[in-house]
């Protein structure tokens, strides 16, 4: 069977086009193409013109997407993306991690990262890191953002998921604290403990996670600073429920007590995610490869 027909102008227009639809503006596409606004413009205009179809609304300040060219443009980015991962993977393949890697995380998981990155920095001396440590969900292709690490459940998107780990709510106090009381049995006897709360990015206490249902709690503290919550329960405060990675030394050297472990509940799972052109590139394969080191888990690829 003979291939297609391909048009030797098949992309004639098209990274312009896309250009625009990202920055919403002819001026701010032209600079980042390093071409005139009026060349920019004329090419999506002829871009139009070729297609039968408007892209592009122009009757205000802000240039905006029409339909057909919402459409038009989740194709298109798909393609420059793909282009822009294969020339990575080319470039990749022949050279070593090397340069900026910009990475987001939460900052709940900023102990368990942190202070392992110089393991991955004797391994690659010419990577330098770049974290910004942030609950906000950060728009990757638009922030110039390599690799983001999300816990809790991913929304459907094209960025390119890698699972990490499974996590798992534990309750946890300090082994004085529960000397002064008897510790809970079931997740009603909270409501005669101290419950040391976390404020969520929505601005309420979270309520308490248990296998089969939800709990709420009441207490003297409420913080929106996981490592602060921990270290209030370590001093005897009360009670608290975080995310089992947050408190595995404590609960080793004995510092903190699990209690109520028959009705733990599973928690968020933690994924890397990064743009199809960007995980090829050698700097956040490497990158990937030390999560899984430092999360003690071989990454497969996520269901999303």
Same mark, same amino acid.
């Given at each position: 069977?003979?291939?297609?027909?391909?048009?030797?102008?098949?992309?004639?227009?098209?990274?312009?086009?896309?250009?625009?639809?990202?920055?919403?503006?002819?001026?701010?596409?032209?600079?980042?193409?390093?071409? @005139?606004?009026?060349?920019?413009?004329?090419?999506?205009?002829?871009?139009?013109?070729?297609?039968?179809?408007?892209?592009?609304?122009?009757?205000?300040?802000?240039?905006?997407?029409?339909?057909?060219?919402?459409?038009?443009?989740?194709?298109?980015?798909?393609?420059?993306?793909?282009?822009?991962?294969?020339?990575?993977?080319?470039?990749?393949?022949?050279?070593?991690?090397?340069?900026?890697? @910009?990475? @987001?995380?939460?900052?709940?998981?900023?102990?368990?990262?942190?202070?392992?990155?110089?393991r991955l920095g004797a391994q690659h001396?010419?990577?330098?890191?770049?974290l910004h440590l942030t609950d906000r969900?950060?728009?990757?292709?638009?922030?110039?953002?390599?690799?983001?690490?999300?816990?809790?459940?991913?929304?459907?998107?094209?960025?390119?998921?890698?699972?990490?780990?499974?996590?798992?709510?534990?309750?946890?106090?300090?082994?004085?604290?529960?000397?002064?009381?008897?510790?809970?049995?079931?997740?009603?006897?909270?409501?005669?403990?101290?419950?040391?709360?976390?404020?969520?990015?929505?601005?309420?206490?979270?309520?308490?996670?248990?296998?089969?249902?939800?709990?709420?709690?009441?207490?003297?503290?409420?913080?929106?600073?996981?490592?602060?919550?921990?270290?209030?329960?370590?001093?005897?405060?009360?009670?608290?429920?975080?995310?089992?990675?947050?408190?595995?030394?404590?609960?080793?050297?004995?510092?903190?007590?699990?209690?109520?472990?028959?009705?733990?509940?599973?928690?968020?799972?933690?994924?890397?995610?990064?743009?199809?052109?960007?995980?090829?590139?050698?700097?956040?394969?490497?990158?990937?490869?030390?999560?899984?080191?430092?999360?003690?888990?071989?990454?497969?690829?996520?269901?999303?």
């Amino acid at each position: 069977m003979a291939p297609p027909q391909i048009r030797p102008d098949l992309f004639a227009g098209v990274l312009p086009f896309v250009r625009t639809a990202d920055e919403r503006s002819f001026g701010r596409a032209a600079a980042s193409l390093g071409i @005139t606004t009026a060349a920019v413009s004329k090419a999506v205009r002829k871009l139009e013109d070729d297609l039968g179809a408007r892209l592009l609304d122009r009757s205000s300040r802000v240039v905006r997407l029409t339909r057909e060219g919402e459409l038009f443009y989740q194709h298109c980015r798909q393609a420059v993306q793909d282009v822009l991962g294969a020339r990575e993977a080319m470039a990749g393949a022949r050279r070593e991690p090397q340069g900026p890697l @910009t990475v @987001t995380l939460p900052f709940i998981l900023a102990p368990l990262v942190v202070p392992r990155l110089a393991r991955l920095g004797a391994q690659h001396p010419r990577l330098a890191f770049h974290l910004h440590l942030t609950d906000r969900i950060a728009r990757l292709a638009d922030e110039n953002v390599d690799v983001a690490i999300r816990v809790g459940e991913l929304a459907p998107s094209s960025l390119v998921a890698r699972h990490l780990r499974a996590t798992r709510w534990v309750t946890v106090a300090s082994p004085g604290y529960l000397a002064l009381r008897p510790p809970p049995e079931r997740p009603d006897d909270l409501a005669t403990h101290n419950c040391l709360r976390f404020l969520a990015p929505n601005g309420r206490p979270r309520d308490w996670t248990f296998a089969g249902a939800a709990q709420r709690v009441d207490g003297n503290l409420v913080i929106d600073h996981g490592e602060s919550l921990v270290a209030a329960a370590r001093a005897g405060m009360g009670i608290c429920q975080v995310l089992d990675f947050m408190v595995g030394g404590a609960l080793r050297d004995g510092a903190l007590v699990e209690v109520l472990a028959d009705f733990a509940a599973a928690g968020p799972a933690i994924h890397a995610v990064a743009t199809p052109a960007r995980v090829r590139s050698a700097n956040v394969r490497a990158f990937l490869r030390f999560l899984g080191e430092v999360l003690g888990r071989a990454m497969v690829p996520s269901a999303e």
